[in-house]
């Protein structure tokens, strides 16, 4: 089964003493408008796993599904536009920050942008805040429906002459939740990722196993 398939809600938190404690997960964040939960249901394969709003900015906490194994899926509050109060906008910006800073077990970022209107200020403010952490982030281009293929060819061209930059920390691709493009790279992508966390686990108790032998 396809890894998205398996998830399911898990919890969510306002504030980061609530976190749970979890060995990995990778998030799904991106501009209020960029079509983040639209793309969490279609590869969970689901219509309401995430909650999609005409109003963006209805994302208000951190939201975790678990994909077993003890895997998870993080929705993370959009940044940019959203009628709040400027307190509430503040605390979003914070438990933000200091999620991806700090958070010890997420392992990959998965950041939406709409193909028309990639890499605006606040996206390349994410990559270069995230970025030094040395975790990889994965793009996806969505609403790419919206373009033809030619447009598309173009736009991918110039999004990852862009990133260049950061090397092989960032990656991308065209993606839409309409015509469900894209969805077997966005899990292999994750898999990898996963799977690097297992392997590395293992590494670790054969040393320990080793060590202890001697």
Not at 65 to 71: I, S, V
């Amino acid at each position: 089964m396809p890894l998205f398939q398996n998830a399911a809600f898990f919890t969510t938190v306002n504030h980061l003493r609530d976190l749970p404690d979890t060995r990995a997960e990778v998030a799904f964040v991106g501009r209020s408008n960029a079509g983040k939960s639209s793309a969490i249901n279609t590869l969970a394969n689901r219509t309401r796993l995430a909650y999609v709003s005409k109003t963006p900015g209805r994302t208000q906490h951190i939201n975790f599904f678990d994909l077993g194994h003890e895997r998870f899926l993080v929705d993370l509050p959009g940044y940019g536009y959203a009628e709040v109060p400027e307190a509430v906008r503040a605390h979003w910006v914070e438990l933000l920050g200091r999620y991806l800073g700090e958070r010890s077990s997420l392992i990959g970022l998965l950041l939406i942008m709409d193909a028309r209107h990639p890499l605006k200020d606040l996206d390349r403010r994410m990559l270069d805040y995230f970025t030094p952490t040395g975790r990889p982030v994965h793009i996806l281009l969505s609403k790419a429906d919206k373009l033809s293929r030619q447009e598309q060819a173009t736009t991918l061209r110039k999004v990852k002459a862009e990133l260049a930059q950061y090397g092989d920390t960032v990656s991308v691709q065209l993606f839409s939740s309409l015509k469900k493009q894209g969805m077997d790279t966005v899990e292999q992508v994750v898999q990898t990722w996963f799977d690097a966390v297992d392997a590395a686990e293992v590494g670790a108790v054969d040393a320990d196993d080793t060590a202890a032998d001697e």
